[in-house]
């Protein structure tokens, strides 16, 4: 564990340095084996992949212990990219405890997949012997994903707002602290030139509103929220470039899925199809085009992750989050 956030402290009554210090699984309080976790995200392991840095979105339960010892609730949105493993936690105070004697992740794509990770892991563990028994090695395995992934880490915009109010400038949004290099996939930019640079540059200008928006209920929200909208193919990221004209600059689709904390702002971006350019109409709106993609049985993330009790199971009564 590299990374995490100071809400650790509201949540779980730890500072971040000692959890980071002792180990996230050192405080699961369910019953499966500390290796089950570890085993979400290892089919992704092999980097002579192509897809490899894509991100692959699962969701889990787990019950974590706090400050007092005592077992709460997380619903985990975990998601990979290149070598980096992000995960966006929701604790849910009132919860009862009901030990979880097997890893169960729902893997979010079209299918939404349940996987018994435990039940996987020792089916492996088997195979594994019965083939060293024979010399032989196991085979790699790769998890491939449809929608090119990436993830950002925006800094803090509160702090954002304030610095411009007393500058006088006007703000460009939250820069850019973190991208992984799948971003490549989805835009032409190269993560090394997205640096501090600033992310509502990327977006289209149509759409540089609704993402300001996206933003400012991302601070104020303390759960994961989505949203869709478009970016530039190819934006101007490297000073003394020529711009592509805003006619010619085509649209890349993408759904959001993020989650704020005091540090900063996480988000995932999923691309899910194009557009061409939008023309303005007489009064120099943007007339929407439609959006081309590869795949008509699509279901958005934002349906996949809920924090409504009646598409997660989760009574009423559990509402209170961290």
């Given amino acids: 564990m590299l990374y995490l956030s100071s809400g650790c402290r509201d949540a779980l009554g730890f500072t971040p340095e000692f959890v980071i210090q002792q180990g996230g699984t050192h405080f699961i309080a369910d019953s499966f084996s500390d290796t089950d976790y570890s085993h979400v995200h290892s089919d992704m392991l092999d980097t002579d992949d192509p897809d490899a840095d ?8 787990l019950y974590i212990r706090n400050a007092d010892d005592v077992p709460v609730l997380n619903r985990v949105v975990s998601f990979k990219c290149e070598s980096c493993i992000v995960c ?5 105070l009132d919860a009862p405890f009901k030990d979880h004697r097997e890893l169960e992740v729902q893997a979010l794509d079209g299918a939404m997949r349940r996987i018994n990770v435990t ?7 088997e195979a594994e012997r019965a083939l060293a028994a024979q010399g032989k090695a196991p085979p790699r ?32 949004g939250p820069l850019i602290a973190f991208v992984s290099g799948s971003i490549g996939r989805i835009i032409d930019a190269d993560m090394s ?8 540059k990327l977006v289209a200008p149509e759409d540089m509103l609704r993402v300001t928006e996206y933003i400012e209920r991302l601070a104020d929200s303390a759960d994961v929220v989505f949203e869709k909208f478009s970016l530039l193919q190819r934006p101007k990221v490297i ?3 020529v711009p592509v004209d805003d006619a010619d600059n085509r649209r890349v689709v993408v759904e959001s899925l993020g989650a704020a ?3 900063g702002i996480m988000l995932l971006l999923r691309r899910v199809g194009h557009r061409p350019a939008p023309q303005r109409d007489s009064v120099g709106e943007y007339a929407r085009a439609k959006i081309h993609s590869g795949d008509a049985g699509y279901v958005s993330l934002a349906e996949l992750v809920s924090s409504d009790c009646e ?11 961290c």
């Avoid at 894509?54 to 339960?61: E, G, H, L």
């Avoid at 997205?194 to 509502?200: E, G, T």
């Avoid at 598409?311 to 989050?321: A, G, K, R, Y």
Wanted: net charge negative; hydrophobic share 35%; glycine share 2%.
């Fill in 54 to 61: 894509q991100a692959c979105v699962y969701m889990m339960w």
């Fill in 88 to 92: 966006v936690n929701t604790a849910y």
């Fill in 119 to 125: 039940k996987q892991r020792m089916a492996r563990d």
């Fill in 141 to 172: 395995q790769n998890a491939r994903s449809v929608y090119p992934r990436a993830a950002f880490v925006l800094e803090n915009p509160t702090s954002i707002v304030i610095e411009a109010c007393e500058s006088g400038r006007r703000a460009e």
């Fill in 193 to 200: 030139d997205l640096n501090n640079y600033p992310f509502l």
């Fill in 239 to 241: 000073e003394g470039d």
């Fill in 261 to 263: 904390a005091r540090d």
């Fill in 311 to 321: 598409t997660t199971d989760v009574p009423e009564s559990w509402s209170q989050l």
